[in-house]
């Protein structure tokens, strides 16, 4: 997904200034135009770090919880997670954590949860 404004009725999406003046658009236009852009990359940017957020606090809950039944006889255990799932949580984590920092973030694709799915 990329940013996409429409000009002479077709759709376009290099917000280049030089492009956008070969269109015929006034300095103006190219100006509420990226603004627009900018707004919407916000907007973009606010959605997928609540998403992600949301995802990273329940990978990281049970990650803790099984954690925290490690070092507890079997009888009081609450977490019903095996050693190979909490390896595929903290990959979870790991990828959860690290999408912000992609370069194409926020247009790149969510990360594939494999332990949280």
């Not at 919880?65 to 095996?82: F, G, L, M």
């Not at 912000?100 to 949860?113: G, I, Q």
């Amino acid at each position: 997904m990329t940013f996409t404004y429409i000009f002479g009725g077709e759709r376009h999406h290099d917000t280049t200034n030089g492009y956008m003046a070969a269109l015929g658009m006034s300095e103006e236009q190219i100006k509420s135009t990226l603004l627009q852009q900018q707004f919407e990359i916000k907007q973009l940017k606010a959605a997928c770090v609540k998403w992600r957020d949301g995802k990273l606090k329940s990978v990281i809950d049970r990650i803790e919880q099984h954690e925290r039944d490690s070092v507890i006889d079997e009888q009081y255990k609450t977490s019903a997670t095996t050693g190979e799932q909490y390896l595929l949580l903290l990959e979870d984590r790991k990828a959860l954590c690290d999408y912000p920092s992609s370069p194409l973030f926020p247009y790149c694709e969510r990360p594939v949860l494999i332990a949280s799915a």
